[in-house]
């Protein structure tokens, strides 16, 4: 079954950093694009960062550029997500999902929370 | 990068047929043919229903149909059932890689 699995969640203080995990399982992981889509509590989901197949262009919402960076090991089939300079604003749940040959997010995982507070 | 414009809440009786709009503008739903729609139960992750507009994901129903006129996007779900009650998103493609979802509509069936 094609699956995508979320870590790294957890309570920071602003200011502070965290890197948020996604390992994939069941398709061919270099093939495709992937995602970061979040969802603060009661609120609608926001698109976070994009990376192509490679990792060699990487593409971010404005609320994040400059904190944020998204990286992949394809040889691991994990996607990663580098949030520095945390705010409280980015309180969320964190999902990956993967950018399929229907232009569209085909495959979610079942995402991991953010909690930043003083 | 503005979010999507949807309804907050739509609302129809087992059977009925309802229609969830999403306004963009020319710059992301009226210039690409790449508006998609998810379903969102509480607590669960989204779950692709629609993209490129109008062609349906997987084994999806075809109670779901997505249809697009100008800088709007529209998702009917016709012959409501109970299990139909979640929150709908639409997501438009808006240049440079760049993706931008509506602001959702909760759905409650009567």
């Known amino acids: 079954e094609v699956q995508l699995v979320e870590s790294g969640g957890g309570l920071v203080q602003p200011g502070e950093s965290l890197r948020l995990s996604c390992e994939i399982s069941e398709f061919t992981f270099s093939l495709y694009w992937m995602t970061w889509v979040r969802q603060a509590p009661g609120k609608g989901l926001e698109w976070v960062a994009s990376i192509n197949n490679d990792g060699s262009a990487k593409f971010f919402v404005d609320a994040v550029k400059g904190r944020f960076t998204v990286s992949r090991d394809n040889a691991k089939n994990s996607l990663y997500l580098q949030m520095n300079s945390l705010k409280t604003e980015d309180t969320a749940v964190y999902y990956c999902a993967r950018f399929g040959v229907t232009n569209a997010l085909d495959v979610w995982g079942q995402g991991t929370t953010l909690t930043v507070s003083s | 990068q503005s979010a999507l414009t949807q309804p907050a809440s739509v609302s129809g009786s087992p059977g009925q047929s309802i229609t969830i709009s999403c306004a963009g503008t020319?710059?992301?739903?009226?210039?690409?043919?790449?508006v998609s729609w998810y379903q969102q139960h509480p607590g669960k992750a989204p779950k692709l229903l629609i993209y490129e507009g109008s062609k349906r994901h997987s084994d999806l129903s075809n109670r779901f149909s997505g249809s697009k006129s100008g800088n709007t996007a529209s998702l009917t779900i016709s012959g409501l059932q109970a299990e139909d009650e979640a929150d709908y998103y639409c997501c438009s493609y808006a240049g440079s890689q760049i993706y931008v979802f509506g602001t959702g509509t909760e759905v409650t069936v009567l």
């Open positions: 020319s710059s992301d739903v009226g210039a690409f043919n790449l």
